[in-house]
Protein backbone atom coordinates (compact mmCIF):
# COMPACT_ATOMS: atom_id res chain seq x y z
CA UNK A 1 0.00 0.00 0.00
CA UNK A 2 2.55 2.16 0.69
CA UNK A 3 4.90 1.90 -2.17
CA UNK A 4 1.54 2.18 -4.19
CA UNK A 5 1.06 5.60 -2.64
CA UNK A 6 4.67 6.75 -2.91
CA UNK A 7 4.98 5.37 -6.75
CA UNK A 8 1.51 7.33 -7.42
CA UNK A 9 3.72 10.60 -6.03
CA UNK A 10 6.55 10.14 -7.82
CA UNK A 11 4.23 9.92 -10.82
CA UNK A 12 2.53 12.85 -10.54
CA UNK A 13 5.56 14.43 -9.39
CA UNK A 14 7.02 13.70 -12.78
CA UNK A 15 4.17 14.85 -14.72
CA UNK A 16 3.94 18.29 -12.91
CA UNK A 17 8.00 18.46 -13.65
CA UNK A 18 7.17 17.29 -17.21
CA UNK A 19 4.56 19.33 -17.70
CA UNK A 20 6.27 22.54 -16.66
CA UNK A 21 9.44 21.96 -18.81
CA UNK A 22 7.25 21.75 -21.95
CA UNK A 23 4.78 24.70 -21.13
CA UNK A 24 8.41 26.96 -20.51
CA UNK A 25 10.10 24.82 -23.55
CA UNK A 26 7.27 25.83 -25.83
CA UNK A 27 6.44 29.35 -24.98
CA UNK A 28 10.19 30.12 -25.22
CA UNK A 29 10.52 27.67 -29.10
CA UNK A 30 6.99 30.32 -30.03
CA UNK A 31 9.09 33.33 -28.98
CA UNK A 32 11.64 32.06 -31.07
CA UNK A 33 9.81 32.14 -34.06
CA UNK A 34 8.14 34.88 -32.82
CA UNK A 35 11.50 37.19 -33.73
CA UNK A 36 11.84 35.34 -36.59
CA UNK A 37 8.75 36.62 -38.16
CA UNK A 38 9.02 40.26 -36.88
CA UNK A 39 12.99 39.66 -38.36
CA UNK A 40 10.90 39.40 -41.96
CA UNK A 41 8.02 41.27 -41.06
CA UNK A 42 9.79 45.11 -40.41
CA UNK A 43 12.69 43.89 -43.99
CA UNK A 44 9.71 43.42 -45.38
CA UNK A 45 7.09 46.14 -44.69
CA UNK A 46 9.59 48.75 -43.76
CA UNK A 47 8.94 51.52 -41.41
CA UNK A 48 5.38 52.85 -42.48
CA UNK A 49 4.14 49.23 -43.74
CA UNK A 50 5.37 47.81 -39.94
CA UNK A 51 3.47 50.80 -38.56
CA UNK A 52 0.57 50.14 -40.10
CA UNK A 53 0.29 46.33 -38.62
CA UNK A 54 1.25 47.95 -35.08
CA UNK A 55 -1.61 50.17 -35.36
CA UNK A 56 -4.04 47.39 -36.66
CA UNK A 57 -3.45 44.73 -34.13
CA UNK A 58 -2.47 47.68 -31.29
CA UNK A 59 -6.10 48.42 -31.75
CA UNK A 60 -7.43 44.87 -32.09
CA UNK A 61 -5.70 44.49 -28.94
CA UNK A 62 -8.28 46.61 -26.85
CA UNK A 63 -11.10 44.55 -28.17
CA UNK A 64 -9.61 41.07 -27.00
CA UNK A 65 -9.05 42.16 -23.78
CA UNK A 66 -12.85 43.18 -23.57
CA UNK A 67 -13.70 39.80 -25.25
CA UNK A 68 -11.78 37.70 -22.44
CA UNK A 69 -12.93 39.60 -19.27
CA UNK A 70 -10.78 37.68 -16.92
CA UNK A 71 -12.53 34.17 -18.32
CA UNK A 72 -9.07 31.98 -18.40
CA UNK A 73 -8.02 32.32 -14.95
CA UNK A 74 -11.18 32.25 -13.59
CA UNK A 75 -11.72 29.01 -15.85
CA UNK A 76 -8.47 27.72 -14.26
CA UNK A 77 -9.69 28.25 -10.47
CA UNK A 78 -13.18 27.31 -11.21
CA UNK A 79 -12.35 23.65 -12.47
CA UNK A 80 -9.32 23.19 -10.15
CA UNK A 81 -12.12 23.23 -7.02
CA UNK A 82 -12.77 19.65 -5.58
CA UNK A 83 -15.73 18.40 -7.11
CA UNK A 84 -15.66 20.76 -10.36
CA UNK A 85 -17.95 19.81 -13.06
CA UNK A 86 -14.87 20.13 -15.50
CA UNK A 87 -17.26 19.25 -18.89
CA UNK A 88 -19.56 21.73 -17.62
CA UNK A 89 -17.47 24.91 -16.84
CA UNK A 90 -15.24 24.35 -19.67
CA UNK A 91 -18.16 24.26 -21.81
CA UNK A 92 -19.92 27.16 -20.61
CA UNK A 93 -16.81 29.48 -20.19
CA UNK A 94 -15.77 28.46 -23.56
CA UNK A 95 -19.80 29.31 -25.08
CA UNK A 96 -19.49 32.58 -23.20
CA UNK A 97 -16.03 33.70 -24.37
CA UNK A 98 -17.23 32.73 -28.16
CA UNK A 99 -20.36 35.16 -27.87
CA UNK A 100 -18.25 37.99 -26.76
CA UNK A 101 -15.12 37.42 -28.66
CA UNK A 102 -17.86 37.71 -31.97
CA UNK A 103 -19.47 40.96 -30.28
CA UNK A 104 -16.16 42.56 -29.48
CA UNK A 105 -14.18 41.58 -32.37
CA UNK A 106 -17.44 42.22 -35.08
CA UNK A 107 -17.30 45.71 -32.98
CA UNK A 108 -13.64 46.74 -33.78
CA UNK A 109 -14.33 45.82 -37.69
CA UNK A 110 -16.54 48.37 -37.53
CA UNK A 111 -15.38 50.87 -35.06
CA UNK A 112 -12.25 50.83 -36.81
CA UNK A 113 -14.34 52.51 -40.08
CA UNK A 114 -14.03 55.64 -37.84
CA UNK A 115 -10.76 56.39 -37.15
CA UNK A 116 -8.87 58.58 -39.76
CA UNK A 117 -6.38 55.66 -40.73
CA UNK A 118 -5.45 54.51 -43.99
CA UNK A 119 -7.75 52.02 -45.97
CA UNK A 120 -5.20 49.46 -45.70
CA UNK A 121 -5.19 50.08 -41.92
CA UNK A 122 -8.96 49.68 -41.68
CA UNK A 123 -9.21 46.75 -44.17
CA UNK A 124 -6.16 45.36 -41.81
CA UNK A 125 -8.12 45.27 -38.91
CA UNK A 126 -11.65 44.09 -40.36
CA UNK A 127 -9.42 40.78 -41.66
CA UNK A 128 -7.49 40.53 -38.91
CA UNK A 129 -10.31 40.55 -36.47
CA UNK A 130 -10.30 36.82 -37.23
CA UNK A 131 -7.38 36.54 -36.23
CA UNK A 132 -7.35 37.73 -32.67
CA UNK A 133 -10.78 35.75 -32.51
CA UNK A 134 -9.15 32.24 -33.18
CA UNK A 135 -6.79 33.95 -30.63
CA UNK A 136 -9.32 34.46 -28.17
CA UNK A 137 -10.78 31.09 -28.56
CA UNK A 138 -7.55 29.41 -28.13
CA UNK A 139 -6.68 30.90 -24.70
CA UNK A 140 -9.55 29.84 -22.76
CA UNK A 141 -8.95 26.77 -23.54
CA UNK A 142 -5.31 26.74 -22.32
CA UNK A 143 -6.73 26.51 -18.20
CA UNK A 144 -8.09 23.07 -19.13
CA UNK A 145 -4.95 21.75 -20.42
CA UNK A 146 -2.96 23.14 -17.36
CA UNK A 147 -5.59 21.64 -15.12
CA UNK A 148 -4.98 18.35 -16.79
CA UNK A 149 -1.00 18.94 -16.84
CA UNK A 150 -0.70 17.81 -20.28
CA UNK A 151 0.06 21.38 -21.67
CA UNK A 152 3.06 19.68 -23.98
CA UNK A 153 0.10 19.31 -26.50
CA UNK A 154 -1.03 23.19 -26.19
CA UNK A 155 2.66 23.98 -26.30
CA UNK A 156 2.93 21.86 -29.62
CA UNK A 157 -0.28 23.79 -31.20
CA UNK A 158 1.44 27.10 -30.37
CA UNK A 159 4.63 26.14 -31.65
CA UNK A 160 3.00 24.97 -34.96
CA UNK A 161 0.89 28.05 -35.56
CA UNK A 162 4.49 30.37 -35.28
CA UNK A 163 5.44 28.54 -37.45
CA UNK A 164 2.92 28.06 -39.97
CA UNK A 165 3.02 32.10 -39.29
CA UNK A 166 6.68 32.30 -39.69
CA UNK A 167 6.82 30.32 -42.87
CA UNK A 168 3.81 32.60 -44.28
CA UNK A 169 5.13 35.80 -43.66
CA UNK A 170 8.91 34.47 -45.74
CA UNK A 171 6.61 33.88 -48.09
CA UNK A 172 4.63 36.67 -48.48
CA UNK A 173 8.07 38.61 -48.15
CA UNK A 174 9.64 36.77 -50.71
CA UNK A 175 6.85 37.00 -53.02
CA UNK A 176 6.52 41.09 -52.77
CA UNK A 177 2.73 40.78 -51.24
CA UNK A 178 1.73 43.40 -48.89
CA UNK A 179 0.26 44.19 -45.31
CA UNK A 180 -2.79 42.49 -46.24
CA UNK A 181 -1.43 39.21 -46.84
CA UNK A 182 0.94 39.16 -43.79
CA UNK A 183 -2.63 40.12 -42.03
CA UNK A 184 -3.90 36.77 -43.72
CA UNK A 185 -0.73 34.79 -42.95
CA UNK A 186 -1.83 35.66 -39.06
CA UNK A 187 -4.88 34.73 -39.76
CA UNK A 188 -3.78 31.37 -40.54
CA UNK A 189 -1.42 30.44 -37.96
CA UNK A 190 -3.82 31.50 -35.20
CA UNK A 191 -6.36 29.19 -36.65
CA UNK A 192 -3.90 26.34 -37.15
CA UNK A 193 -2.86 26.94 -33.50
CA UNK A 194 -7.14 26.89 -32.52
CA UNK A 195 -7.50 23.81 -34.92
CA UNK A 196 -4.87 21.71 -33.10
CA UNK A 197 -5.84 22.81 -29.29
CA UNK A 198 -9.54 22.28 -29.88
CA UNK A 199 -8.42 18.74 -31.35
CA UNK A 200 -5.91 17.67 -28.86
CA UNK A 201 -8.48 18.86 -25.50
CA UNK A 202 -11.56 16.43 -27.45
CA UNK A 203 -9.15 13.64 -26.08
CA UNK A 204 -9.93 14.78 -22.31
CA UNK A 205 -12.37 16.56 -22.35
CA UNK A 206 -15.60 16.68 -24.78
CA UNK A 207 -15.49 20.48 -24.88
CA UNK A 208 -18.53 22.02 -26.60
CA UNK A 209 -20.23 25.86 -26.52
CA UNK A 210 -22.57 25.63 -23.52
CA UNK A 211 -24.72 28.76 -23.00
CA UNK A 212 -26.53 27.64 -19.29
CA UNK A 213 -27.00 31.47 -18.08
CA UNK A 214 -27.24 30.80 -14.72
CA UNK A 215 -23.51 29.13 -14.81
CA UNK A 216 -22.91 32.22 -16.95
CA UNK A 217 -23.95 34.72 -13.22
CA UNK A 218 -21.42 32.60 -11.80
CA UNK A 219 -18.38 32.72 -13.72
CA UNK A 220 -18.93 36.51 -14.82
CA UNK A 221 -19.09 37.34 -10.84
CA UNK A 222 -15.94 35.34 -10.20
CA UNK A 223 -14.38 36.85 -13.16
CA UNK A 224 -14.70 40.84 -13.27
CA UNK A 225 -12.52 41.90 -10.81
CA UNK A 226 -9.56 40.48 -13.08
CA UNK A 227 -11.37 41.43 -16.52
CA UNK A 228 -11.68 45.12 -15.17
CA UNK A 229 -8.00 45.15 -13.88
CA UNK A 230 -6.80 43.97 -16.92
CA UNK A 231 -8.57 45.85 -19.20
CA UNK A 232 -7.15 49.18 -17.02
CA UNK A 233 -4.08 47.40 -17.61
CA UNK A 234 -4.45 47.09 -21.13
CA UNK A 235 -5.53 51.08 -21.40
CA UNK A 236 -1.76 52.54 -20.48
CA UNK A 237 0.01 49.08 -22.18
CA UNK A 238 -1.18 50.15 -25.62
CA UNK A 239 -2.98 53.77 -24.91
CA UNK A 240 0.53 54.63 -26.30
CA UNK A 241 0.33 53.16 -30.19
CA UNK A 242 -3.74 53.86 -30.37
CA UNK A 243 -2.85 58.16 -29.51
CA UNK A 244 0.48 58.03 -30.90
CA UNK A 245 -1.85 56.76 -34.01
CA UNK A 246 -3.91 59.84 -34.62
CA UNK A 247 -1.25 61.97 -34.13
CA UNK A 248 1.86 61.24 -35.23
CA UNK A 249 2.81 59.33 -38.69
CA UNK A 250 2.76 55.39 -39.61
CA UNK A 251 6.53 55.69 -39.95
CA UNK A 252 6.91 56.89 -36.36
CA UNK A 253 4.73 53.98 -35.43
CA UNK A 254 6.56 51.70 -37.02
CA UNK A 255 9.85 52.71 -35.43
CA UNK A 256 8.09 52.43 -32.01
CA UNK A 257 6.13 49.15 -32.66
CA UNK A 258 9.58 47.46 -33.23
CA UNK A 259 11.13 48.69 -30.31
CA UNK A 260 8.13 47.59 -28.34
CA UNK A 261 8.09 43.87 -30.21
CA UNK A 262 11.52 43.57 -28.09
CA UNK A 263 10.42 44.96 -25.27
CA UNK A 264 7.06 42.01 -25.91
CA UNK A 265 9.83 39.24 -26.07
CA UNK A 266 11.66 40.27 -23.02
CA UNK A 267 8.44 40.02 -20.69
CA UNK A 268 7.70 36.30 -21.59
CA UNK A 269 10.04 35.82 -19.12
CA UNK A 270 8.52 37.25 -15.94
CA UNK A 271 5.26 35.46 -17.08
CA UNK A 272 6.78 32.41 -17.26
CA UNK A 273 8.31 32.57 -13.74
CA UNK A 274 5.34 33.86 -12.48
CA UNK A 275 3.19 31.27 -13.70
CA UNK A 276 6.26 28.98 -11.66
CA UNK A 277 5.83 31.07 -8.87
CA UNK A 278 2.39 31.49 -7.84
CA UNK A 279 0.78 28.07 -6.70
CA UNK A 280 4.07 28.03 -4.15
CA UNK A 281 3.14 31.48 -3.29
CA UNK A 282 -0.82 31.00 -3.19
CA UNK A 283 0.05 27.59 -0.89
CA UNK A 284 2.17 29.18 1.57
CA UNK A 285 0.06 32.13 2.41
CA UNK A 286 -3.12 29.95 2.03
CA UNK A 287 -1.57 27.11 5.05
CA UNK A 288 -1.36 29.93 7.25
CA UNK A 289 2.71 29.73 6.98
CA UNK A 290 3.59 33.49 7.02
CA UNK A 291 7.19 33.07 7.53
CA UNK A 292 7.12 30.93 4.44
CA UNK A 293 5.35 33.48 2.03
CA UNK A 294 7.70 36.20 2.77
CA UNK A 295 11.11 33.94 2.58
CA UNK A 296 9.73 32.78 -0.97
CA UNK A 297 8.25 36.25 -1.78
CA UNK A 298 12.41 37.61 -1.24
CA UNK A 299 13.91 34.88 -2.82
CA UNK A 300 11.40 35.88 -6.40
CA UNK A 301 11.96 39.09 -5.78
CA UNK A 302 15.90 39.23 -5.61
CA UNK A 303 15.79 36.60 -8.71
CA UNK A 304 13.39 38.93 -10.71
CA UNK A 305 15.77 41.60 -9.47
CA UNK A 306 19.15 40.08 -11.01
CA UNK A 307 17.36 39.45 -14.19
CA UNK A 308 15.88 42.65 -14.76
CA UNK A 309 18.28 45.44 -13.83
CA UNK A 310 21.44 43.92 -15.89
CA UNK A 311 18.64 43.70 -18.97
CA UNK A 312 17.72 47.66 -18.39
CA UNK A 313 21.33 49.06 -18.43
CA UNK A 314 22.46 46.60 -21.22
CA UNK A 315 20.07 48.01 -23.62
CA UNK A 316 21.27 51.58 -23.31
CA UNK A 317 24.44 50.20 -24.31
CA UNK A 318 23.72 48.03 -27.19
CA UNK A 319 20.13 49.19 -28.11
CA UNK A 320 20.87 50.57 -31.59
CA UNK A 321 22.86 47.69 -32.87
CA UNK A 322 20.21 45.70 -31.65
CA UNK A 323 17.77 46.83 -33.26
CA UNK A 324 19.37 47.13 -36.30
CA UNK A 325 20.27 43.19 -35.82
CA UNK A 326 16.41 42.65 -35.01
CA UNK A 327 14.46 44.71 -37.68
CA UNK A 328 16.81 45.94 -40.31
CA UNK A 329 18.90 49.56 -41.02
CA UNK A 330 15.79 51.12 -41.05
CA UNK A 331 14.84 50.77 -37.69
CA UNK A 332 18.26 52.46 -36.39
CA UNK A 333 15.96 54.82 -34.46
CA UNK A 334 14.25 52.49 -32.81
CA UNK A 335 17.44 51.81 -30.91
CA UNK A 336 16.93 54.59 -28.27
CA UNK A 337 13.17 54.05 -27.71
CA UNK A 338 14.33 50.53 -26.88
CA UNK A 339 16.82 51.78 -24.29
CA UNK A 340 13.81 53.56 -22.58
CA UNK A 341 11.35 50.98 -22.90
CA UNK A 342 13.50 48.80 -21.63
CA UNK A 343 13.49 50.80 -17.36
CA UNK A 344 10.20 50.03 -18.35
CA UNK A 345 10.50 46.04 -19.14
CA UNK A 346 12.43 45.91 -15.20
CA UNK A 347 9.20 47.62 -13.79
CA UNK A 348 7.25 44.45 -15.45
CA UNK A 349 9.27 42.16 -14.10
CA UNK A 350 9.02 43.82 -10.47
CA UNK A 351 4.97 44.34 -11.27
CA UNK A 352 4.51 41.12 -12.66
CA UNK A 353 5.54 39.58 -9.22
CA UNK A 354 3.23 41.68 -7.11
CA UNK A 355 0.66 41.63 -9.47
CA UNK A 356 0.83 37.96 -8.98
CA UNK A 357 1.26 37.73 -5.14
CA UNK A 358 -2.04 40.01 -5.12
CA UNK A 359 -4.34 36.76 -6.61
CA UNK A 360 -2.13 34.84 -4.30
CA UNK A 361 -3.42 36.64 -1.34
CA UNK A 362 -7.30 37.31 -3.20
CA UNK A 363 -6.90 40.92 -3.18
CA UNK A 364 -7.50 41.23 -6.96
CA UNK A 365 -10.50 43.40 -6.00
CA UNK A 366 -8.84 46.02 -3.63
CA UNK A 367 -5.74 46.87 -5.99
CA UNK A 368 -8.91 47.62 -8.97
CA UNK A 369 -8.30 51.24 -7.65
CA UNK A 370 -4.50 51.41 -8.79
CA UNK A 371 -5.06 50.20 -12.10
CA UNK A 372 -8.04 53.04 -12.34
CA UNK A 373 -5.45 55.90 -11.36
CA UNK A 374 -2.68 54.11 -13.28
CA UNK A 375 -4.69 53.97 -16.97
CA UNK A 376 -6.38 57.79 -15.96
CA UNK A 377 -3.44 59.35 -15.39
CA UNK A 378 -1.58 57.26 -18.25
CA UNK A 379 -3.88 58.27 -21.11
CA UNK A 380 -3.84 61.77 -19.99
CA UNK A 381 -0.24 61.98 -20.43
CA UNK A 382 -0.56 60.36 -23.67
CA UNK A 383 -2.83 63.18 -25.14
CA UNK A 384 -0.91 66.01 -23.13
CA UNK A 385 2.74 64.73 -23.93
CA UNK A 386 2.23 62.32 -27.72
CA UNK A 387 1.42 64.95 -30.20
CA UNK A 388 4.12 67.70 -29.60
CA UNK A 389 7.05 64.93 -28.17
CA UNK A 390 5.92 61.76 -30.64
CA UNK A 391 7.45 58.51 -29.68
CA UNK A 392 10.14 59.69 -26.94
CA UNK A 393 7.22 60.68 -25.01
CA UNK A 394 5.20 57.77 -25.24
CA UNK A 395 8.13 55.56 -24.00
CA UNK A 396 8.76 57.37 -20.93
CA UNK A 397 4.62 57.67 -19.99
CA UNK A 398 4.76 53.70 -20.85
CA UNK A 399 7.89 53.66 -18.18
CA UNK A 400 5.74 55.99 -15.65
CA UNK A 401 2.59 53.53 -15.73
CA UNK A 402 4.48 50.55 -15.42
CA UNK A 403 6.64 51.84 -12.31
CA UNK A 404 3.38 52.92 -10.75
CA UNK A 405 1.59 49.57 -10.66
CA UNK A 406 4.71 48.16 -9.84
CA UNK A 407 4.84 50.47 -6.57
CA UNK A 408 1.33 50.25 -6.35
CA UNK A 409 0.87 46.74 -6.34
CA UNK A 410 3.95 45.77 -3.86
CA UNK A 411 2.58 48.32 -1.43
CA UNK A 412 -0.36 46.35 -0.83
CA UNK A 413 1.05 42.83 -0.96
CA UNK A 414 3.86 44.16 1.60
CA UNK A 415 1.15 46.05 4.18
CA UNK A 416 -0.91 42.65 3.77
CA UNK A 417 1.32 39.79 4.29
CA UNK A 418 3.84 41.84 6.07
CA UNK A 419 6.50 40.11 4.42
CA UNK A 420 9.95 41.78 4.62
CA UNK A 421 12.59 42.00 1.22
CA UNK A 422 16.05 41.71 1.81
CA UNK A 423 18.08 44.78 -0.78
CA UNK A 424 21.57 42.74 -0.25
CA UNK A 425 21.42 40.89 -3.38
CA UNK A 426 19.35 43.95 -5.45
CA UNK A 427 22.37 45.56 -4.82
CA UNK A 428 24.65 43.52 -5.65
CA UNK A 429 22.72 43.51 -9.55
CA UNK A 430 22.81 47.04 -9.39
CA UNK A 431 26.13 47.62 -8.82
CA UNK A 432 27.42 44.46 -11.27
CA UNK A 433 24.67 45.91 -13.87
CA UNK A 434 26.95 49.50 -13.54
CA UNK A 435 29.91 47.89 -13.75
CA UNK A 436 28.32 45.35 -17.03
CA UNK A 437 27.29 48.41 -18.41
CA UNK A 438 31.08 50.89 -17.90
CA UNK A 439 32.31 47.50 -19.44
CA UNK A 440 29.68 46.80 -22.95
CA UNK A 441 30.85 50.79 -23.52
CA UNK A 442 34.41 50.04 -23.23
CA UNK A 443 34.46 47.19 -25.47
CA UNK A 444 35.69 47.28 -29.19
CA UNK A 445 32.76 47.61 -32.21
CA UNK A 446 32.38 43.74 -31.80
CA UNK A 447 28.93 42.43 -32.98
CA UNK A 448 26.08 43.28 -31.16
CA UNK A 449 25.27 39.27 -30.03
CA UNK A 450 29.11 38.71 -29.41
CA UNK A 451 28.77 42.23 -26.87
CA UNK A 452 25.58 41.02 -25.05
CA UNK A 453 27.45 37.47 -24.57
CA UNK A 454 30.38 39.76 -22.69
CA UNK A 455 28.30 41.61 -21.31
CA UNK A 456 26.28 38.52 -19.48
CA UNK A 457 29.64 37.01 -18.44
CA UNK A 458 30.73 39.82 -17.01
CA UNK A 459 27.58 40.56 -14.79
CA UNK A 460 27.06 37.20 -13.81
CA UNK A 461 30.63 36.74 -13.23
CA UNK A 462 30.45 40.19 -11.12
CA UNK A 463 27.99 38.88 -9.21
CA UNK A 464 29.15 35.37 -8.47
CA UNK A 465 31.88 37.31 -7.22
CA UNK A 466 29.92 39.09 -4.66
CA UNK A 467 28.38 36.30 -3.54
CA UNK A 468 25.44 37.32 -5.04
CA UNK A 469 24.70 33.76 -7.18
CA UNK A 470 23.26 31.26 -4.97
CA UNK A 471 21.81 27.49 -5.76
CA UNK A 472 19.59 27.70 -2.76
CA UNK A 473 17.66 31.18 -3.67
CA UNK A 474 16.31 29.17 -6.78
CA UNK A 475 15.59 26.64 -4.96
CA UNK A 476 13.73 28.79 -2.18
CA UNK A 477 11.91 30.23 -4.94
CA UNK A 478 10.68 26.74 -6.25
CA UNK A 479 9.33 25.74 -3.10
CA UNK A 480 11.68 23.27 -1.73
CA UNK A 481 12.87 23.31 1.99
CA UNK A 482 14.75 26.55 2.35
CA UNK A 483 16.75 27.94 5.60
CA UNK A 484 15.41 31.42 6.99
Known amino acids: MGGAIIAHVMSLTNRILGNTVMQVGGKFAGTFFGILTVMVMTRHLG ?8 TATSFLQFFGVLADFGLTLTLMRMIARPGADETGLSGNVFGLRL ?9 AALLGLAF ?52 G ?88 GAAYKVLDVITVIPVVFMGLVMPVLAAAWSSGDRSLFSRRLDRSFGFMTMLALPLAAGAWAVSDDLMVLVAGTDFV ?58 NVAAA ?39 LMYAALLALPDFHVLLRVLSGTVVYFGLLFLMGGLKREMLVGVLGRPISP
Open 47 to 54: LEGYGQFT
Open 99 to 107: LSAVACFGG
Open 116 to 167: PYPPIVKLSIAVGSLSFLFMSLTSVLGGVFQKRLATARFALAEVFGRLLLFM
Open 169 to 256: VLLVGWLGYGLLAVILMLVLGNALQFAMSWVFLRRLVPVRPLFEMSVWREIVSESWPIGVTTALNLVYLKGDVIVLSLFRSQSEIGVY
Open 333 to 390: RSGPILAILMVGAAMVFWGGLFGHAIVSLGLQRKIIWAYAADAAVSFALYFALVPDYG
Open 396 to 434: WVTVFSEAFIAVATAAMVLGRSRARLSLSLPAKSFLASG
